[in-house]
Every structure is written in structure tokens, then in C-alpha cells.
């Protein structure tokens, strides 16, 4: 909510090795779900009434709706035990486990390790579109290391949608809204597709703030009145009402249709829409480009080797932090809720020392369960332990070490005696091309091809948050 200062910005070599970084995850990213492969919506129960002939999203709508089955949550696990014991993530698995018995705290993985697993090509797995990675900046060592933990790559303009106005507000303008519009408008000049943002109503009153969003698309769809999202210059799109839209097969992906014209719905928002909405999303993303739902996170190893106490942390070409190093403790090592305070410290310094734990923590109950940051030299740490424990049950505690730790933060507050403050960055890659600079016409996305131009704003935001991190 403050500026930086005019000399506060991100080095062009950071960015480059954000860059390198981000290749490695896509790489394995890719590898990860190759064992997994998602069913394509066209043959999904879900989707089984759809014909090459089209229908009205509302006929579609109600038939799910009266059929009481409601899509399935989608939430992030982690990694997950292999399926295919010769595939290239089952290799890799091994390799990880092999290093987690060896007492190994740090495996890097590069190019070479993921061409000798089989992982597709960084050009195959990045898509060709905008990608904001969510970056907690780590302090430069003297011999090296990583630049940055990465904590997700996802789409353009998901990310910092709600913080769009405020930033415009403050600052006079948000370069990153302005060049991803620009982006879309050139992809629909070049493509002849239609761009429709998804407008759905908040959980709560009280949430509406994770709707908002700058106008970045010439069309919406959904509520009809844009107000409570794009405020007033909401103006500046125009209103497609939802039963001028159709869904049909073609080529083996679900195509969205309005007067003619194909149509890629994006919903900008990152909080899950409430029943009914939760319906309408699901089956207009269905005919999205894949590009406008990317996501890559790769914490949360845990779940895919849950028999070692300690699994290294990873890293990407020494460039990025993929996963910190995790600890499992036995909750039958702790203390008993009726032992005394004394006795209590006692046992947590005795746990420290011997499973060699970080003193500062994300601990949480289960892989995927929400993280509490905990001081373990701190008297806190015990009530907020036994709390966890009470609240679900289970045999073990996810101990994840805290990348930066508080004494290795970056920035500092000058108005408040230079306190340490808790900073995400989010860095749009690529940085150096602009709408302007467009490659070959792309192939059509209105029938077979998928593949659309690829471009990037120039610019670099920095979204710090004192207060939630």
C-alpha cells in the first residue's frame, strides 16, 4: 500500500533467473501430472449431453442443477504417491526418496535430470500467454543460492485483480491491468475469438472485495450489473447476456459460441463461486483456453513420500525454492495437555534437537491442510501446537521450514523504526515484450488451433503486505 521508492526495482538478472527457474517447475510440473492425466471435460459425466450440435448455456444449466449433482471441489493436495511405478515421476520419486534416507537437505533439479526422466520441453509446457509467479524474494548469499521461493506461476491477472484499483488509486496507474488488456484485445484482433469476463456474485457481503477487478476484457457475462466488480468505469465493456450463449463439441474440446462468434470465457476472481455459480463456472471454463486457468505449485512433497521423518527441500536449477525441507513429528513425541509448563519446554527443546528443526515453521496437521507460522523457541509455539492437535485428528505433524525466516526478510518499514516486513512479489513473466510485438499470425482458435500469440506487459509490480504477508 506504499510505494517502494523510484529505486526499488526488480534486477533484470533476478528476473532472468525467475525465468530459468520457472522453465525447471513447468518442466516438472508437467512430469508430475503426466502420471495423473486429467480427464478431458468432452468425456466427463458431466459433460455427456454435449453434441457438435449447440445448446443454450441455460438448457445445459438447468439440466445440471435439476440433476442435484454439484462439481467437484478442486483443491490443491500436493504431490501424490506414482501410479505408473516405470513412468519418469515414479523415477523421480525414487531419486527423492533415496535422497530424503541419505539425510540430504537440499536437492536441486535441473535440465538434464528431467530429460533423463522424460519430462516434456519447457517450450511444450509453458503456456503461451502472461504468468504471474508468486515470489517470497530471498536475501543473497555470498556463495549463491536460490533467488526466490516460488510459491505459485498462474495466469495473468488473477492474482492481483482485487488489489488492481487500489494500486491505480495510490499510484496514478497499474501498468500490469493496462498491458494484459492490450494483451487479450491483440489476441482477439489476431484471432478472431471473443474474449468474456465471468462476473459472480461474493461469497459474503463481507468478501467483496475478492471479485474486484480492472476491466481487461471488451465483454462480460454472468450478473448483470458490473458495479460491484469494475466500479465505475465498469462502462468500458459491454454486457452479453447468458442465454445468447451455446456450448457445443468440436474437435474433441467444448466450444462456447454467442451470435456466431466463438467465445473464451476467463474468471478473474480466486475465490470459489457459491451454488449455483459454482455450476455456471464450471461448465463456461470448460471451453476456456488452457492458458487462462495455468497454475504451478509444487509444495506439499509430503504426500508423495509419507514414510520418511524429513524430506529435503528442492530447488530449480539453484534458481528457486520449489519446496522447503519438511519434517514429520510423531505426535506421540510431544507433551501430555496435563503436563506443566516446564515439562512442556522441555520436551519441544528435546523435539527441536533431535528431529533438528528450524526454529521458525509452518506447521499444519495434514499435506494441503492450512499452514500456522510457529516461533519454536517461542512459549507460543505450545499452545498454538496443542490447538492444532485438537482441532483435527491424526498421528503426525507437517513441520515446513519458513522460507525467509524473520530475520532474513528483505524489506523494512522507515515509518516504523525499520521494522522487518512480510513481502510476496509478483513478477509477470515475460517482462521485455509488450502487446505491440506480435510473432506470425497465429493458427485459428476458432476451430482446431489452440495455440494462441504469446506477448507480456514490461512491466514489474511489487505487492507488499505487512500485514498478511
Request: with cysteine; proline share 11%; aromatic share 4%.
Amino acid at each position: 500500500y506504499r510505494r517502494l521508492g523510484a529505486d526499488a526495482a526488480v534486477p533484470a538478472a533476478a528476473a532472468a533467473r525467475v525465468r530459468r527457474g520457472l522453465r525447471i517447475a513447468a518442466r516438472l510440473a508437467a512430469l508430475r501430472e503426466a502420471d495423473r492425466p486429467a480427464e478431458p471435460p468432452e468425456r466427463q459425466p458431466w459433460f455427456a449431453g454435449l453434441t457438435e450440435q449447440a445448446r443454450p448455456i441455460s438448457e445445459i444449466l438447468a439440466g445440471r442443477l435439476s440433476a442435484d449433482d454439484p462439481p467437484p471441489v478442486r483443491r490443491y493436495t500436493g504431490w501424490h504417491p506414482a501410479h505408473d511405478p516405470a513412468g519418469g515421476y515414479a523415477r523421480l520419486l525414487a531419486r527423492l526418496d533415496a535422497a530424503a534416507r541419505s539425510g540430504t537437505a537440499c536437492v536441486d533439479l535441473d535440465d538434464a535430470l528431467l530429460d533423463e526422466l522424460g519430462a516434456p520441453p519447457a517450450d511444450s509446457t509453458l503456456p503461451p500467454w502472461p504468468v504471474d509467479c508468486l515470489l517470497r524474494p530471498l536475501r543473497p548469499c555470498t556463495d549463491g543460492g536460490p533467488v526466490a521461493v516460488l510459491e505459485t506461476a498462474s495466469s495473468a491477472g488473477v492474482l492481483d485483480a482485487r488489489f488492481a484499483d487500489g494500486l491505480r488509486t495510490l499510484h496514478g496507474g497499474y501498468g500490469n491491468s493496462d498491458a494484459y488488456r492490450a494483451f487479450l484485445a491483440a489476441v482477439e484482433e489476431r484471432s478472431g475469438v471473443r474474449f468474456v469476463d465471468l462476473l459472480v456474485p461474493p461469497l459474503a457481503e463481507r468478501s467483496a472485495n475478492a471479485v474486484r477487478r480492472p476491466v481487461t476484457t471488451r465483454w462480460w457475462t454472468g450478473d448483470p450489473d458490473p458495479t460491484p466488480y469494475y466500479g465505475s468505469p465498469g462502462g468500458q465493456a459491454r454486457y452479453l447476456p447468458l442465454d445468447r450463449i451455446s456450448l457445443r463439441r468440436a474437435d474433441g474440446r467444448i466450444v462456447a459460441e454467442a451470435d456466431g462468434r466463438r467465445v473464451i470465457p476467463v474468471y478473474q476472481a480466486t475465490l470459489s463461486p457459491a451454488p449455483p455459480y459454482d455450476t455456471l463456472v464450471r461448465l463456461l471454463l470448460a471451453a476456456s483456453h488452457p492458458a487462462a486457468s495455468y497454475l504451478v505449485r509444487l509444495d506439499a512433497l509430503d504426500a508423495a513420500l509419507p514414510d520418511r521423518a524429513r524430506l529435503p527441500r528442492l530447488t530449480a536449477g539453484g534458481d528457486l525454492v520449489l519446496a522447503p525441507a519438511t519434517w514429520r513429528v510423531d505426535r506421540g513425541k510431544l507433551w501430555e495437555p496435563g503436563d506443566d509448563l516446564l515439562t512442556k519446554v522441555r520436551v519441544l527443546a528435546l523435539l527441536r534437537r533431535s528431529a533438528g528443526l528450524p526454529r521458525h515453521a509452518f506447521v499444519r496437521t495434514a499435506p494441503g491442510a492450512k499452514p500456522v507460522p510457529v516461533d519454536l523457541a517461542s512459549l507460543t509455539a505450545l499452545q498454538l501446537i496443542e490447538r492444532l492437535c485438537a482441532r483435527e485428528a491424526g498421528t503426525a505433524l507437517l513441520v515446513e521450514e519458513m522460507l525467509p525466516a524473520p530475520e532474513d526478510l528483505l524489506l523494512r518499514d522507515p515509518l516504523h523504526g525499520g521494522a522487518s516486513v512480510a513481502a510476496q512479489l509478483l513478477l509477470r513473466l515475460p517482462h521485455d515484450r509488450c502487446a505491440g510485438r506480435l510473432p506470425a499470425p497465429p493458427p485459428s482458435v476458432t476451430h482446431r488451433g489452440e495455440r494462441l500469440v504469446c506477448l507480456a506487459p514490461g512491466d514489474i509490480h511489487a505487492l507488499t503486505d505487512p500485514v498478511h504477508g
